[in-house]
């Protein structure tokens, strides 16, 4: 197969994670990773506008040949919720623009996929990216959360392979 550039967006309007990974068969490469922030003191839209143009941005400099995001969670917050979505929209937007199909993947999915079990806590999640990415230092949660989008569409995307391949193990 192939190698691949992976792109995972961890979304939020606080701080959106994002992680950019290379795949190729069972080997993962850290390329970049970081997290975006726009000003908490502008209005929504300019906000949302800051997102998608950082975004744009990335994908420009990275190249991802596919993208992955983490999937809406149910919120206790209707107002986190909604901003949440925004977010994620106004995410799922730009990767689209740029030409990019999107996969989604839960939370408890991209946790099992790197750390083993769905309900492990944010620190064990950055332990195992660190470690299943030698060399990536990911400079908040967020962008290790990314990371591990990203870590889980490669391993999604490698046992698709081998299955349609004809190749299970």
């Known amino acids: ?9 961890d979304p939020g309007l606080r701080r959106t994670g994002w992680g950019v990974l290379d795949a190729q068969d069972n080997r993962l490469s850290h390329i970049a990773n970081g997290a975006i922030m726009p000003p908490t003191d502008l209005p929504m839209a300019t906000r949302l506008e800051i997102l ?3 975004l744009c941005a990335i994908i420009r400099t990275h190249t991802p040949d596919a993208s992955a ?3 809406v969670f149910v919120h206790k917050n209707p107002e986190s ?45 950055g ?13 908040n949660a967020d962008a290790a959360d990314a ?4 870590i889980c569409h490669a391993h ?13 193990s």
């Open 69 to 71: 995001i983490e999937a």
């Open 52 to 54: 998608h143009r950082e």
């Open 156 to 168: 999604h995307r490698e046992s698709a392979a081998r299955i349609a391949a004809g190749v299970v």
């Open 1 to 9: 197969m192939n190698p691949r550039r992976i792109l995972g967006i």
């Open 81 to 125: 919720a909604l901003k949440l979505g925004q977010a994620r929209g106004v995410a799922m937007v730009a990767l689209a623009q740029c030409g990019l199909d999107v996969a989604e993947y839960a939370a408890n999915a991209i946790k099992k996929a790197v750390v083993g079990v769905g309900h492990a806590n944010k620190d064990q999640v």
């Open 147 to 150: 990371l591990a989008v990203a």
């Open 127 to 139: 332990l195992m990216v660190r470690t299943l990415l030698p060399g990536a230092q990911p400079e």
